[in-house]
Nanobody, 116 residues
Framework: VQLVESGGGLVQAGGSLRLSCTAS????????MAWYRQAPGKQRELVAD????????DFADSVKGRFTISRDPVKNTMYLQMNSLKPEDPAVYYC??????????WGQGTQVTVSS
């Protein structure tokens, strides 16, 4: 499985961005997908995840109520809608997928910058 993120950029505090992660390869075997982020000098942290079977989602406390995660299996694309962006949200955002029989895959990351 290969993952490619897009949609990052510069936005003012309080604004919105939508990140996309398009998967290719053995996408039928993906059982779990997630968005992580890593700010300079900090560890990579889980932001949101979605389970393929049933579509159950979960979010980090820091983004609950502001971010939503979704997946379009027809387009093999996962989205992260980020609203009410805060100065603490800037980071490189990474797409992650776990596939049964294949294992883990990471995207290359997309930069999100928030100006105050």
């Amino acid at each position: 499985v290969q993952l490619v993120e897009s949609g990052g950029g510069l936005v003012q505090a309080g604004g919105s961005l939508r990140l996309s992660c398009t998967a290719s390869g053995s996408t039928f075997s993906i059982t779990y997908m997630a968005w992580y982020r890593q700010a300079p000098g900090k560890q990579r942290e889980l932001v949101a995840d979605i389970i393929s079977a049933g579509g159950s989602t979960d979010f980090a406390d820091s983004v609950k109520g502001r971010f939503t995660i979704s997946r379009d299996p027809v387009k093999n694309t996962m989205y992260l809608q980020m609203n009410s962006l805060k100065p603490e949200d800037p980071a490189v955002y990474y797409c992650y997928a776990f596939s049964s029989g294949v294992g883990k895959a990471w995207g290359q990351g997309t930069q999100v910058t928030v100006s105050s």
